[in-house]
């Protein structure tokens, strides 16, 4: 991965994609309230919210689809509002529908692309012969588009996409309406795209999606963002890391009960639920508490929040009872 070396010592990757203060408003509707971002270079960009919150908005301002009403955001190293030629050179977008055109076969839907970036005829061949074998779709190359399965026209779409080989890619919401083994497909296409030095910036609904192939992610709700950083960090702000005991005699569960007197117990499975940090040492440290009391545990379950809490948290009715 590509690093800084401006002056101050950064050595952080630059920037593939900033933004400052970014706003949309559509009549009396703020869809963006100031939005600030800084994606590094060679990474995945998770941009999570409820529907409406702004997500696509964001996107097509910064695929130069849309205007910003203010703020600034450059891709690439282009500024959006004043160079957008350059941006729409380097970047990629694959919506949340294919656009393909389904009278026309796979390679020839690639060739249309290589056609419209104005590649040159072979050139434009020896890439569309490349993209077929790197998407699994040369055999399937004269089989007309219409006839493909969604997570087959997925690909074929995402393959689209990369024709002109963009630096930034924007996937908005790509595995919607794919089935577990065709987003796990993806899902590997996009971490050998990022493993060869592209900047993904995601949107989806699947929370399990971002968890897999974010570096980082951000919550967008009501226009603006309420929470960023890395999966860990996010649900580290999350209160119910806990690990449950089982114990097989009541003996040995009195004994713990007396140990973590602030533990949630179940009498009938006795169990004790004890609150904390579920770390390594915090795990451990526990564990050693337990045998310094004599009691045995039969097993013990490790649990911490997932990024599903993390969004019911932090968005909608979620957000205003954390902040009360």
Excluded at 295 to 323: C, M, N, Y
């Amino acid at each position: 991965m590509p690093t800084s070396r401006r002056g101050g010592g950064d050595d952080r990757p630059p920037p593939a994609i900033t933004t400052t203060g970014l706003r949309k408003a559509y009549g009396d509707k703020t869809v963006l309230d100031g939005i600030d971002l800084r994606i590094p270079a060679g990474s995945v960009f998770a941009l999570l919210g409820p529907n409406g919150a702004g997500k696509t908005t964001t996107v097509n301002i910064l695929s130069t689809l849309i205007p910003a009403d203010s703020g600034h955001a450059e891709v690439a190293g282009h500024d959006v509002a004043a160079a957008p030629d350059r941006v729409r050179a380097a970047i990629g977008v694959t919506g949340q529908f294919a656009a393909l055109d389904d009278l026309l076969t796979a390679e020839e839907n690639l060739l249309l692309m290589a056609d419209l970036l104005r590649l040159g005829k072979r050139e434009g061949r020896a890439r569309t012969r490349e993209l077929l074998e790197r998407f699994g779709i040369a055999d399937v190359a004269t089989r007309r588009a219409a006839l493909f399965s969604g997570g087959m026209r997925r690909r074929l779409d995402l393959a689209m996409t990369l024709v002109g080989d963009p630096r930034v890619i924007f996937l908005d919401e790509p595995t919607t309406g794919l089935d577990p083994r065709s987003r796990r497909t993806m899902w590997e296409t996009v971490r050998e795209l990022v493993a060869g030095g592209t900047t993904v910036f995601l949107t989806t609904q699947y929370l399990e999606e971002a968890d897999q192939l974010a570096d980082r992610i951000a919550v967008l709700d009501g226009g603006r963002i309420v929470a960023e950083g890395t999966a860990d960090e996010l649900k580290a702000r999350i209160p119910g890391s806990h690990v449950r005991l089982r114990f097989t005699g009541p003996a040995d569960y009195e004994r713990a009960a007396a140990v973590f007197p602030d533990a949630t117990r179940d009498d009938e499975q006795l169990a004790l639920r004890v609150a904390g940090d579920a770390g390594l040492d915090a795990l451990r440290a526990l564990l050693d508490r337990l045998d310094g009391a004599g009691a045995r545990a039969a097993d013990f379950s490790v649990h911490t929040p997932d990024l599903d809490d993390v969004f019911l948290a932090l968005t909608g009715e979620g957000a205003k009872e954390t902040t009360r």
